[in-house]
């Protein structure tokens, strides 16, 4: 039996993990469920764990923050993440496992298999740690993310980034605008998704926009400083954040 806790700032996330261990891995007891990662290091402090089904993506300290904690507590990790497949290829190199949301069952019991079966094995620590460590590292290269998931309320909607036009702030909500018209709005503030995709592509200009360079058609100040998009949108440019901009659209249009 595998003493179990989930670690996911979604809810949704949570409790749809939470029903299918429970109905499909009867090998699996859980222990607790956190929504962060400070309420994941308690629940490593009051029981023994064996795994930790692991969200990359939080707000405040993400998933990578909790290892240490986990690797002193000779607890195990398998990611969720929404991260595309050059990444997911890293952790599959790296960790014990990983899980795509959303989250498929016949791969959910494949995962826990495995862990059953490393857990029995008791794999080298040292090698576990080092295993752990050089996870993060391999996902450093965000320039490489070209997919995500978004959090839609009933699921998730898995959106190529090149698609993403300009993403805006609207209180603890972000706004994504695509090329096809679509706009998603999901519950998690923009700094996360400053933090996720590659800085090469998008650039924060103003403390509630994010704009994908690829879709840049102006850069102006006849009306302060502002971009105008190839959609026609008009986006105003902090000041703050000007010198910033102009140097990442040298960079940016370099040969």
Do not use: W
Not at 63 to 73: D, M, R, V
Not at 235 to 250: G, H, T, W
Request: aromatic content about 8%; proline content about 2%.
């Amino acid at each position: 039996m595998l003493n179990t806790i989930i670690v996911d700032d979604e809810e949704f996330a949570r409790s749809s993990l939470y029903f299918l261990l429970q109905e499909n891995c009867e090998d699996v007891h859980i222990s607790g469920i956190a929504k962060s990662v400070s309420e994941a290091r308690n629940l490593l402090t009051q029981h023994s764990v064996d795994l930790i089904f692991l969200d990359i993506a939080m707000p405040g300290e993400n998933g990578f923050e909790l290892i240490p904690y986990a690797q002193s507590s000779k607890a195990h990790i398998i990611f969720t993440t929404a991260y595309d497949q050059y990444a997911l290829k890293a952790i599959k190199a790296n960790a014990l496992d990983y899980l795509l949301k959303p989250i498929d069952i016949d791969e959910l019991k494949v995962a826990v298999d495995k862990a059953l079966r490393f857990i029995a094995l008791n794999k080298n620590e040292n090698n576990r740690n080092e295993s752990l460590q050089n996870l993060a590292v391999n996902l450093s290269d965000r320039a490489e993310i070209r997919k995500i998931s978004l959090p839609n309320g009933q699921g998730y909607t898995l959106v190529n980034i090149d698609d993403i036009i300009h993403i805006e702030a609207d209180s603890n909500y972000s706004v994504f605008y695509f090329a096809n018209r679509d706009r998603i709005t999901v519950s998690k503030v923009l700094k996360e998704y400053e933090e996720i995709l590659p800085d090469h592509q998008f650039v924060r200009i103003h403390k509630s926009s994010i704009v994908n360079l690829n879709y840049l058609k102006e850069y102006n100040s006849r009306n302060g400083l502002e971009v105008i998009l190839k959609n026609g949108e008009k986006l105003a440019v902090s000041r703050r954040r000007a010198s910033d901009f102009a140097e990442r659209i040298k960079s940016y249009t370099r040969p």
